[in-house]
């Protein structure tokens, strides 16, 4: 019950308020794990990717101090997002995460670790490209606009979400996460590009 509330008004609040666009559902699979890989511009990000995958709940790691705000503590948790501690190996949300995964659910992580209020990306973390080559688990990049700016209603908010990055279950070395992030990272930057490009005629 609490989802679908939460649902109902995340829905009217991003798609009627502020005229959320969304791009390449398609590209979501119907079923199995997935981690989704968006760049994370606000605290806006982890509901307004949950209404822009629809029919599947993305259970976001999102940093514990989101869940010190009771309202929006419970909006998230409803949302399938749990807490991960900052600065420190946090061995319970990892276990989450893989459970997560097992499970054939989508799992969302931010690589950069924190919002970046500025145009472009920030530095990736280890933890996504670790965790997709520890389970063999593909990755699906996202980019997201906008959000930077909200709740401002020029903001004009859009979700772009890619194609599903294989990645093959091997060990997780420096080169292969490093590589790993360039093409996630890659992939979303040229998606945010064209998108503007394509906005900025208009």
């Known amino acids: 019950m609490g989802y679908k509330i939460v649902r109902a008004i995340l829905d009217f609040f991003f798609f009627i308020v502020f005229r959320l666009h969304v791009e390449g559902r398609e590209n979501v699979p119907e079923k199995g794990a997935i981690i989704v890989a968006p760049n994370h511009k606000s605290y806006w990000d982890p509901p307004m990717i949950g209404v822009a995958f629809k029919t599947r709940i993305v259970h976001f790691m999102?940093?514990?101090?989101?869940?010190?705000?009771?309202?929006?503590?419970?909006?998230?948790?409803?949302?399938?997002?749990?807490?991960?501690?900052?600065?420190?190996?946090?061995?319970?949300?990892?276990?989450?995460?893989?459970?997560?995964?097992?499970?054939?659910?989508?799992?969302?992580?931010?690589?950069?670790?924190?919002?970046?209020?500025?145009?472009?990306?920030?530095?990736?973390?280890s933890g996504m490209a670790s965790l997709a080559l520890m389970t063999g688990t593909p990755i699906l990049p996202v980019a997201i606009v906008g959000s930077m700016h909200m709740p401002k209603w020029s903001?004009?908010?859009?979700?772009?979400?890619?194609?599903?990055?294989?990645?093959?279950?091997e060990k997780a070395t420096k080169e292969k996460i490093e590589a790993l992030n360039e093409l996630v990272k890659k992939e979303?930057?040229?998606?945010?590009?064209e998108y503007k490009a394509r906005f900025q005629k208009h």
């Open 155 to 169: 903001a004009h908010p859009a979700v772009l979400i890619g194609k599903p990055i294989p990645v093959k279950k």
């Open 188 to 193: 979303i930057l040229t998606m945010a590009e």
């Open 62 to 125: 999102a940093k514990e101090e989101l869940f010190k705000n009771p309202v929006f503590g419970w909006v998230i948790r409803q949302l399938g997002t749990f807490p991960v501690r900052r600065g420190v190996t946090d061995r319970a949300a990892i276990r989450q995460a893989v459970k997560v995964l097992k499970d054939g659910y989508p799992l969302g992580i931010f690589a950069e670790g924190t919002r970046i209020r500025r145009e472009g990306l920030g530095k990736f973390h």
